[in-house]
């Protein structure tokens, strides 16, 4: 039996129908995505509020309490000079913990204040010519007081054949700063030692290596994160925010860079950062732009 072929007319009709149908529904199909593209640049918007609100909150609250911690640093200094008159030995005790305790408040709101101006992109970068060697001279200096009077030697090695380096000194030896107050926290006796070294002509790699507790295996993971911090019961008589490490993360970022660790508990940990020896100019710019 054959098939009566269909009118032309016929069949013209019905593919003129079938593509007005597909249009119809790829219009509804734009449709569809346009609203989705609309929802998400709302959500965007609004958590793009939310982090900047949260930077002045972090910012504003930081800026509010450094007035009153300067105050109570300040009188803690002029009782314990006794401008005032003589303590007894349990009174300059009492004096020195509040003393303390004031010093570790006060750098927690500064850590504070650094991450709300990274989340807010106003860290400037000002990179420039430098020597290892005075890094390390201006380092040694800064935690002298600290350790004399603990069983922990702080090492520094000479920095022996390292070019000099071009970027801003003050994240770089802000990062070292936290990584050696960390490893003084945690380690009661034995060493602490810095060094750098090149791991080829375009990158310097320092170190911080303690011979403290140690941090277990599944901790790793999250050490760089916001506010982390290792359950330990020396980690529970030492005061801190759990942002240190994650600063010493962003400011390596923000130079090029990335950090790391290891560590063995029972043995001790070691914590890195690699950066350029010469932060590229786009780099600095691309900061200052964000400030």
């Known amino acids: 039996m054959t098939a009566t072929p269909e009118d032309p007319m016929e069949e013209l009709a019905r593919l003129r129908i079938e593509a007005a149908d597909m249009r119809a529904e790829l219009d509804e199909t734009n449709q569809g995505v346009l609203a989705l593209y609309a929802e998400l640049d709302v959500q965007a918007e609004q958590l793009r509020e939310a982090s900047e609100l949260k930077s002045r909150f972090l910012s504003y609250m930081s800026h509010e309490f450094r007035t009153p911690l300067g105050s109570i640093l300040s009188m803690t200094r002029l009782l314990d000079d006794e401008l005032d008159g003589p303590l007894s030995g349990e009174q300059h005790h009492q004096v020195q913990f509040i003393s303390t305790a004031a010093r570790e408040l006060a750098e927690m709101v500064d850590d504070l204040l650094d991450l709300a101006k990274?989340?807010?992109?106003r860290v400037t970068i000002s990179p420039g010519w430098f020597e290892m060697v005075d890094l390390f001279s201006a380092l040694r200096g800064m935690f002298r007081p600290i350790v004399e009077e603990r069983e922990v030697d702080l090492v520094f090695e000479e920095p022996v054949g390292m070019p000099s380096m071009y970027t801003d000194d003050k994240k770089v030896a802000q990062i070292l700063r936290n990584f050696i107050s960390n490893a003084l926290k945690f380690t009661t006796k034995?060493?602490?030692?810095i060094s750098a070294v090149c791991e080829d002509d375009k990158w310097a790699r320092f170190s911080v290596a303690d011979t403290g507790i140690g941090i277990p295996l599944e901790a790793h993971d999250?050490?760089?994160?916001?506010?982390?911090?290792?359950?330990?019961?020396l980690q529970r008589r030492v005061r801190g925010t759990g942002l240190g490490l994650a600063l010493c993360r962003r400011f390596a970022e923000l130079l090029g860079g990335k950090v790391g660790m290891s560590s063995e508990v029972g043995v001790g940990s070691t914590f890195w950062v690699c950066l350029p020896l010469q932060l590229q100019s786009d780099d600095a710019s691309e900061a200052d732009d964000d400030a």
Not at 190 to 193: F, M, T
Not at 222 to 233: H, M
Request: hydrophobic share 40%; aromatic share 10%.
């Open 118 to 121: 990274i989340e807010a992109g």
């Open 190 to 193: 034995g060493q602490v030692r």
């Open 222 to 233: 999250r050490l760089f994160e916001d506010f982390a911090q290792v359950d330990s019961p």
